[in-house]
């Protein structure tokens, strides 16, 4: 039970054309008479700053937000807690903890720990919990069983009967009220999927997690708006809320990709279900702390999320497909994807050909787009951990922040057209020091041979 993905030629030819698209974007208007040259900017940034008025600031002088704070239903859904750990000795122990104190009928409520070959003392750790905890149910995998986090929950499902599963990381946090909240937000709402907003636990440890923070509350705010004006909802894996028969009629979860939320995200749309976000209560989760330890994280989240248009574009742009939706999508893909590339061909021709850059105006729209979107996220009332207080500085350490994605995306782009890729475990250590866990970032990542 395994979704399939890409082959790997047909993925680096599909990366080199999405390269040599961007660049000669990037490239061509220099050979453009002066007085033309900022023309095709000019044009691109109408359409996307247009797009992302639509999407940030058009939403927020519609109706206001429904309240997160769903009234309880009558009759609770069985709900299955689903964490895939690979050596969590210092933390699965607190996660069993929380999750044991969530507030939902014992009854309707199983929490499976998927031990993914840990080696260290992970197991025995769960052996002693699932005494004090009948609702504890433990599943071993080989260290070499394949697939990752993907085949581990493919593994499971076939165990699971709840209505719904929720998918939790091993440093996860929901304050007690927070699952039935979500269970009702998603039965009341008819969604198929839900993600809860991320929050970032350890915001004030230093200005890379603190920025991180920032960038959880702006992906939370376009998301909401994407939605609102018709468009798309991704899931983020750590606190994805799914129903069990729509996942099962998926396939399961990709074991090929490097990114299984954000995959199983464009299969929900392929298929036409409705996936929804709620802000109140966050799933709270731990910030990298270092620059390498982004660098590794971001690369996947980038490969990952431009491997799913390739799979998924044909289908994405077929009748099925609202016009809101693929609009939606282009302006989300050019902005998140295109624009990074097509800002480094500039810059690059513009030295060469010692004239000046003519991207800039479309790198203020998305600039002036992911500040916006900061500011209302970080104003707006919030449960869980505080949010960075927004003044001068932090406003302009967000923004500034984000521009890592002008080296991350092009880079990664690079790397897809020209090496071979494998999957492999790289441990997330979770230290659990204090009621903040310390945590040092490795994801399963590709690496390269």
């Given at each position: ?58 939403p ?6 429904a ?5 309880a ?8 807690l ?5 050596d969590?000795?210092a ?11 969530l507030?939902?009928?014992t ?10 070959g840990s ?22 995998r ?7 986090k993907?085949g581990?929950?493919?593994a ?5 009967q ?7 990381d091993?440093?996860a946090?929901?304050?007690p ?9 998603a ?19 230093n ?22 004006s018709?468009?798309v909802?991704?899931?983020r ?9 729509v996942?099962?009629?998926c ?9 299984d ?12 279900q ?5 802000w109140?209560?966050?799933i709270q989760e ?56 097509m ?6 021709t ?20 992911s500040g916006?979107?900061?500011l ?7 449960e ?16 500034a ?25 790289a ?11 310390a ?11």
């Amino acid at each position: 039970m395994a979704a399939g993905g890409t082959a790997t030629g047909a993925r680096r030819l599909q990366a080199s054309l999405f390269l040599l698209g961007c660049c000669a974007a990037g490239g061509l208007p220099h050979a453009l008479p002066a007085s033309r040259s900022l023309w095709p900017s000019v044009a691109l940034t109408l359409l996307l700053g247009a797009y992302a008025v639509r999407t940030v600031f058009l939403p927020l002088l519609g109706r206001p937000e429904a309240s997160d704070d769903s009234q309880a239903l009558t009759s609770w859904p069985a709900v299955d807690l689903v964490v895939a750990a690979r050596d969590e000795e210092a933390v699965i122990g607190r996660l069993v903890e929380r999750l044991a104190e969530l507030s939902y009928p014992t009854e309707q409520l199983r929490l499976w720990v998927i031990d993914d070959g840990s080696e260290d003392r992970t197991p025995q750790v769960l052996e002693s919990y699932q005494g004090r905890y009948p609702q504890l149910q433990v599943l071993r995998r080989s260290r070499d069983a394949g697939g990752g986090k993907s085949g581990a929950l493919n593994a499971l499902l076939p165990q699971l009967q709840g209505r719904w599963l929720l998918v939790l990381d091993a440093d996860a946090q929901l304050q007690p009220d927070g699952l039935q909240r979500l269970v009702a937000f998603a039965e009341r709402g008819g969604w198929s999927a839900v993600q809860l907003r991320k929050a970032v636990v350890n915001a004030d440890h230093n200005w890379l997690t603190r920025a991180q923070a920032m960038e959880m509350a702006l992906d939370a705010v376009i998301q909401q708006g994407r939605l609102r004006s018709g468009g798309v909802v991704e899931l983020r894996g750590n606190g994805q809320l799914l129903q069990r028969e729509v996942v099962l009629a998926c396939d399961g979860f990709n074991e090929a990709t490097v990114t299984d939320d954000l995959d199983l995200s464009f299969r929900l749309l392929v298929q036409g279900q409705p996936v929804g976000l709620l802000w109140n209560p966050p799933i709270q989760e731990e910030a990298v702390t270092s620059l390498v330890g982004l660098w590794r994280q971001r690369q996947r989240w980038a490969e990952g999320g431009l491997q799913r248009f390739f799979d998924y574009w044909p289908q994405l742009t077929g009748a099925s497909t609202s016009g809101a939706r693929k609009l939606d999508l282009s302006g989300f893909f050019l902005l998140q994807y295109a624009l990074p590339v097509m800002a480094v061909a500039d810059l690059l021709t513009s030295l060469l050909s010692r004239t000046s850059p003519l991207m800039w105006p479309l790198s203020f729209v998305a600039f002036g787009l992911s500040g916006g979107a900061i500011l209302v996220g970080c104003l707006r009332r919030s449960e869980g951990p505080a949010l960075p207080s927004m003044h001068v500085l932090n406003l302009a350490l967000g923004i500034a922040y984000l521009g890592h994605w002008f080296v991350v995306i092009p880079y990664t782009t690079l790397r897809m057209a020209l090496l071979p890729k494998r999957l492999v475990w790289a441990k997330t250590l979770h230290v659990g020091a204090g009621d903040a866990l310390a945590s040092e970032e490795a994801d399963l990542t590709t690496q390269v041979s």
